[in-house]
T-cell receptor
């Protein structure tokens, strides 16, 4: 059975801190790994990773994939209160579709 | 710039009632999906439509039916609502099935459904 495990499940840090969110996966016919940010409503797309070792960046957020060790990390530097959200890790396989992790609930305290 | 639009945003039903959740996308995507999200669990796929005219069951299809009305619209119907169907329902769409051509799924804002 395909599975995606995120850690930690919840995290509280202070504004300005750097955080690292973890995602490990076991997926048949792995094709891609995605990160989404979910605030009150729709999950919004952050990154899609398909190749090992290539970092993707968007402002203060970055992510990298290790296909040998089957994990990905999402880094957020200089955190702001607006980064408070649930971050979802999703693995895209073949015909079985997508497998979602349970999410990491990140709270940034002022 | 609407993306994926879901209606209604909130709904309360009594056990046994029926209702249809509506979803429309304006991105000319081929594939559409319905998920449910419950506390402590990841999003689970209910049904999906790879392209106009096709629908398939996902992980948790029991108690639901879907209709792909046209390329833009994909509805989810609860024929006889049960308390176990209390959840937040998300519709999503993508240009190709799953993450084909390395394109992600885009989500609507969700429908919060309570069954009493």
């Amino acid at each position: 059975e395909d599975k995606v495990v995120q850690s930690p499940l919840s995290l509280v840090v202070h504004e300005g801190d750097t955080v690292t969110l973890n995602c490990s996966y076991e997926v048949t016919n792995f094709r891609s790994l995605l990160w989404y940010k979910q605030e009150k409503k729709a999950p919004t797309f952050l990154f899609m990773l398909t190749s090992s070792g290539i970092e993707k960046k968007s402002g203060r957020l970055s992510s990298i994939l290790d296909k040998k060790e089957l994990f990905s990390i999402l880094n957020i530097t200089a955190t702001q209160t607006g980064d408070s959200a649930v971050y979802l890790c999703v693995s895209g396989g073949g015909a079985d579709g997508l497998t979602f992790g349970k999410g990491t609930h990140l709270i940034i305290q002022p | 710039n609407a993306g994926v639009t879901q209606t209604p945003k909130f709904q309360v039903l009594k056990t046994g009632q029926s209702m249809t959740l509506q979803c429309a996308q304006d991105m000319n995507h081929n594939s559409m999906y319905w998920y449910r999200q419950d506390p402590g669990m990841g999003l689970r796929l209910i049904y999906y439509s790879a392209s106009e005219g096709t629908t398939d069951k996902g992980e948790v299809p029991n108690g639901y039916n879907v209709s792909r009305l046209n390329k833009r619209e994909f509805s989810l119907r609860l024929e006889s609502a049960a308390p176990s169907q209390t959840s937040v329902y998300f519709c999503a769409s993508s240009i190709y099935l799953w993450t084909g051509n390395n394109q992600p799924q885009h989500f609507g804002d969700g429908t919060r459904l309570s069954i009493l």
